[in-house]
């Protein structure tokens, strides 16, 4: 593979990044608890993940990186954990497809960085992983995966997708 994983890694910006760029009068702590509320936070932990949802992790620069990985082989998995030790049993349900039908293919594990996971999410429009990709397209998670499988679909494709 072309892009190995350290390069994605690196590739992808830290999402702390924009934090330098605040004006120099922001302040630097903000308090974090109400005197009137008797103490409690002025916003929750929920809240704050929240926001930080609604933020987008798909930056051009992630969409681009992620455009040349999913095309720079075949048949790409974005999984939980590796190919050798799978950290779900969903992407170990994936693994196991493709290793039955000898299919080469890369993976790239995506609890290694939050923004990854996060950007893939929306990059695809599906909320779950495994994500995988055939001949630079989104295929589908799991189900979709082993209802492929089980009817022949994934085969075919996959037949079609490494001849081409």
Aim: glycine share 6%.
């Amino acid at each position: 593979m072309s892009l190995s994983l350290t390069n994605l890694r690196q590739s992808v910006p830290s999402p702390w990044s924009s934090i330098r760029s605040l004006p120099s009068n922001f302040p630097s702590q903000l308090p974090f608890t109400s005197a009137v509320g008797g103490g409690r936070p002025l916003v929750s932990s929920r809240t704050q993940t929240l926001r930080l949802r609604c933020l987008s992790a798909l930056t051009p620069e992630l969409k681009t990186t992620l455009d040349k990985v999913v095309t720079s082989e075949k048949v790409v998995l974005f999984m939980k954990g590796t190919k050798d030790f799978p950290q779900c049993g969903f992407s170990n349900n994936v693994v196991q497809i493709l290793k039955s039908l000898n299919a080469p293919f890369e993976t790239i594990n995506i609890l290694e960085n939050e923004l990854l996971r996060q950007g893939l999410k929306e990059y695809s429009s599906w909320p779950t992983f495994p994500q995988l990709y055939i001949d630079g397209e989104f295929f589908g998670g799991c189900d979709i995966v082993i209802e492929a499988y089980q009817s022949g679909e994934l085969q075919e494709l996959l037949e079609r997708a490494l001849l081409s």
